[in-house]
């Protein structure tokens, strides 16, 4: 079996010497090239499992090399060496498509942990790019669900972060699914195989913090019975995911900054620092960038952290996969009920779902299906089901930015699935004006549709119900709260 190939570029003949050396311990082939023009050479002829290339060369700059591989057909991760203190060379690498880096003076397991991951992404002669990959790869079961162009694209980019090493910034609203993100990147990346571990930065005591994150020794302050972990031991090999970071205190802020440049962490109460393998991904609903502007978050940690952005766009801005999003937490919550009952919403009650905003994005769509379940009549959920403030216009959509006319239009545009509900409550509206009360208008929609089947069923009221593809109970529950009588 042929071992893997490494790439090393570097015009300094010791450092070269040192790293061949180390590779070939680890079992590896190594090639050695002093400059931009031998290494593109070395690349046009071989096949390697991982480069990895100096900053500064004789020629050049590594990271013409970085982007020349990145941009290339195969796909070979490439990683560079920084001079010391050069972290924003670093933070230039990784956001130009570098699978990681490595400080100078290089530390040999530093070296190896960052090869070993490398090696995790795939075998030296990995077939060519194909312009669909990308797109075929995001298409696959992840968390996040939704089928919209918004979400499409946020999985091709996942699929993409998933391969590198740079930390990864997640902003979005509370309740738009940070976390999912985090745990997809980590499961399409080569450390799947590897822990998981997620730390709301918010919900830790300032005082524990330190001892939380990089463990203790037994007896280094009253009640360490036992030498203990932290966050970063628990996550060595695999990610680590910082919620809500910006609620980090300033402190707190400098001690994470030395671990991530250093990768080492030194526990509470001892004396000598060990190595961490840890891929970041932060993720916070505030804006990081403003946190800066006011002291609250430092600058440097915050370049550092914030190498790629992934923007999670909010519920209300994908409005498409509200249908699908529905019907996965309604089985969801079925699959829980003590009875097995269909789940079904009422064309009102979609309709009202549909003009909502969602400050809290699908975490509040999920609360709001689940209490509306608990009241529904026989699995059957109805406007006040949804126990929305004012019936459904809590922070409506006209409120995010919309005038009146635009309202009124985002009715007769909603999501393709609900066209019928819309078609419905278009033609009931009069010019731009905006009902007084919308549980009161829905309930007009409703008793229209219900007299209308029954006028064509000649008020029999098993055909209506099948007609409108209720249970004749859910209609003549229907009828009774609506008042329709056989004499109207």
Do not use: W
């Not at 990346?189 to 300032?206: H, L, M, Q, T, W």
């Not at 996550?235 to 205190?249: C, I, K, R, S, Y």
């Not at 962490?265 to 000598?272: D, F, I, L, N, Q």
Request: aromatic share 4%.
């Amino acid at each position: 079996m042929t071992s893997p190939r490494i790439l090393v570029v570097d015009d300094e003949a010791h450092l070269r010497e040192l790293l061949e050396i180390a590779l070939v311990k680890m079992g590896l082939d190594v090639d050695s090239a002093d400059s931009l023009s031998a290494a593109r050479s070395h690349l046009a002829a071989n096949d390697y499992a991982l480069v990895l290339t100096d900053m500064r060369l004789p020629d050049g700059l590594g990271i013409e090399l970085v982007r020349e591989v990145t941009n290339g057909d195969k796909v070979i991760p490439i990683a560079v060496i920084t001079a010391y203190g050069s972290a924003d060379n670093a933070v230039v690498a990784l956001k130009a498509g570098a699978f990681d880096y490595l400080s100078k003076p290089v530390a040999l397991d530093q070296l190896r942990l960052m090869v070993q991951s490398a090696l995790r992404i795939g075998k030296p002669a990995d077939s060519p790019r194909q312009p669909g990959d990308a797109k075929a790869r995001s298409n696959t079961s992840l968390r996040l669900i939704g089928q919209s162009a918004a979400m499409q694209e946020l999985r091709t980019q996942i699929v993409r972060l998933a391969r590198s090493m740079a930390p990864v910034a997640i902003t979005g609203e509370s309740g738009s699914g940070k976390e999912l993100a985090a745990r997809d990147i980590h499961a399409l990346s080569p450390r799947a195989d590897k822990p998981f571990v997620a730390v709301n930065c918010g919900a830790i005591p300032e005082a524990l913090m330190e001892a939380e994150f990089f463990g203790y020794r037994k007896g280094a302050f009253t009640g360490a019975a036992d030498d203990r972990e932290g966050f970063f031991q628990a996550a060595n090999g695999g990610t680590l995911l910082l919620d809500e970071v910006a609620d980090l205190p300033l402190a707190m802020q400098v001690k994470l900054l030395r671990a991530i440049q250093e990768r080492r962490v030194r526990k509470v109460g001892a004396t000598v620092e060990e190595p961490v393998d840890v891929r970041l991904i932060s993720a916070t609903h505030q804006n990081l960038a403003e946190c800066v502007e006011s002291g609250r978050f430092r600058q440097d940690l915050y370049y550092r952290l914030n190498v790629i952005e992934l923007k999670l766009p909010p519920l209300r801005e994908r409005l498409d996969d509200l249908g699908l999003l529905i019907d996965t937490v309604l089985g969801r919550l079925a699959a829980f009920a003590p009875q097995a009952v269909p789940v079904t919403l009422t064309p009102a009650a979609m309709a009202v779902l549909c003009s909502y905003a969602f400050p809290g994005n699908v975490r509040e769509l999920e609360n709001i299906l689940e209490r509306a379940l608990a009241f529904a009549n026989d699995g059957v959920i109805e406007v006040a089901d949804l126990g929305l403030k004012g019936g459904g216009n809590g922070r409506p959509l006209e409120s995010q930015g919309m005038g009146d006319g635009e309202a009124d239009a985002g009715l007769a545009t909603l999501p393709a699935s609900f066209a019928p509900v819309a078609a419905t409550t278009a033609s009931l509206l009069s010019g731009s004006e905006l009902p007084p009360s919308l549980p009161d208008y829905l309930d007009d929609i409703e008793r229209d549709v219900i007299r209308r089947a029954l006028t064509r069923t000649h008020f029999n009221r098993t055909k209506a119900a099948d007609l409108l593809g209720i249970s004749f109970r859910q209609l003549r529950y229907r009828m009774q709260r609506l008042s329709i009588h056989e004499q109207d």
